[in-house]
């Protein structure tokens, strides 16, 4: 179940990916480079969040309880920042 969970993780990594900012996209007509730097950071920190957390699927069997908690209080933490 695991494997399956991390590959979810990832998948959703790549589409955090494919929503980064490339060159000559629309962003916006009022859009500051401060807050286009800003969404580019969030969505990173996302995709960070993302891979992080299919790792610790890939390793929940030898992970501590608290340690688990820890992990997805972080999770929610960034993704509601993200969000």
């Avoid at 580019?40 to 992970?63: F, N």
């Avoid at 309880?65 to 960034?78: I, N, Y």
Wanted: charged share 35%; aromatic share 4%; net charge positive.
């Amino acid at each position: 179940m695991n494997d399956g969970l991390a590959a979810t993780w990832e998948r959703r990594a790549r589409q955090f990916e494919a929503a980064l900012p490339r060159e000559g996209d629309f962003q916006g007509r009022d859009v500051t480079p401060a807050q286009r730097a800003e969404r580019e950071r969030a969505l990173r920190a996302t995709i960070a969040a993302c891979r992080a957390r299919a790792a610790a699927a890939r390793l929940h069997d030898g992970i501590d309880a608290d340690v688990a908690h820890a992990l997805r209080s972080a999770e929610a933490d960034v993704m509601g920042r993200a969000s």
